[in-house]
């Protein structure tokens, strides 16, 4: 995974440190921005991919007040690769939100695919943002990254409530 630059100063690199919370969690044993804190071993609480890691096919599967995890993890990918498309390629759509939330039930293979395809979201817009790392803000750009960070802390707290009714 990709792992901001600690020296950085830009405002994509502050922005790229909180995506990286809701997305990766906590670097062990140092303060959070908004998750309770990842102790110095790793163990605590983690962001949305380490949330994931922790279900199996089936609970991801296990429908709750009419959606998955694997729905919200869909979805959150293709957000993620929507961003990538709008600001580096310039694709405005139409872009099928509706559809996003497919598939909503997984096996395991499925859902090993979704977990690889959300990392891969969140790596490539990582990699797009640090090319604007040392350049004067740009309202699309951060404008797209906040938008990425306040998506995904979403569905990071939509998943855990989810995950509260699947045994």
């Known amino acids: 995974m990709t792992t901001p630059t600690p020296s950085a100063s830009s405002a994509v690199s502050g ?12 670097h062990p044993g140092q303060g959070t921005a908004f998750l309770d804190g990842t102790k110095a071993d790793g163990s605590g609480n983690h962001g949305l991919l ?12 296990r429908e709750v007040l009419g959606s998955t995890v694997a729905a919200h993890a869909a979805h959150t990918a293709y957000h993620l690769e929507v961003i990538v498309r709008w600001e580096r390629d310039g694709d405005r759509g139409p872009f099928d939100w509706k559809g996003s939330f497919q598939p909503a039930q997984v096996d395991a ?3 090993e695919a979704a977990r690889e395809r959300l990392r891969a979201a969140y790596d490539a817009l990582v990699t797009f943002a640090r090319t604007f790392e040392d350049r004067p803000a740009d309202r699309d750009v951060t ?10 802390a979403y569905h990071l707290g939509a998943i855990r409530q989810l995950i509260k009714a699947v045994p």
């Open 143 to 152: 404008g797209g990254l906040t938008g990425a960070v306040a998506h995904v």
């Open 109 to 111: 293979a499925g859902w």
């Open 15 to 26: 922005i790229l440190d909180i995506l990286r919370e809701a997305a990766l969690g906590g």
């Open 50 to 61: 380490a949330t994931l890691d922790a279900l199996s096919a089936e609970q991801a599967s």
